[in-house]
């Protein structure tokens, strides 16, 4: 098993910048990978950014290059995702998630935090 806490979402004004971190423990082992992916009110969970814990490879979604980058520290075992100018639309539960592949796929991971909640006030 593997337990994913997300933390760092509030309440940020438009235009802000804000760090959302993703602490792994338990059997990382075979969880080559992180995704983070984000649940509007009333949509489904979409796909944001991933990133390998060997190389840091990633992968984003590509409206939203740019904006988000995502990066890690394997010594804390801890995946980040920072967002940049920060917008309404931006507001969302973010969760994290770890899998064996880089991938953008929701049923690519595996194991799954409990989110985290970002809202942008205008």
């Known amino acids: 098993q593997v337990q994913l806490v997300e933390s760092g979402g509030g309440l940020v004004q438009a235009g802000d910048s804000l760090r959302l971190s993703c602490a792994a423990s338990?059997?990382?082992?075979?969880?080559?990978?992180v995704g983070w992916f984000r649940q509007h009110p009333g949509k489904e969970r979409e796909f944001v950014a991933a990133?390998?814990?060997?190389?840091?490879?990633?992968y984003y979604k590509e409206a939203l290059k740019g904006r988000f980058t995502i990066f890690r520290d394997n010594a804390k075992s801890t995946v980040y995702l920072q967002v940049n100018s920060l917008k309404p639309e931006d507001t969302a539960v973010y969760y994290c998630?770890?899998?064996?592949?880089?991938?953008?796929?929701?049923?690519?991971?595996?194991?799954w935090g409990q989110g985290t909640q970002v809202t942008v006030a205008s």
């Open positions: 990133i390998t814990w060997s190389g840091g490879s990633t």
């Open positions: 998630a770890a899998g064996p592949l880089l991938g953008y796929l929701e049923k690519e991971f595996d194991y």
């Open positions: 338990g059997r990382t082992a075979g969880n080559a990978a």
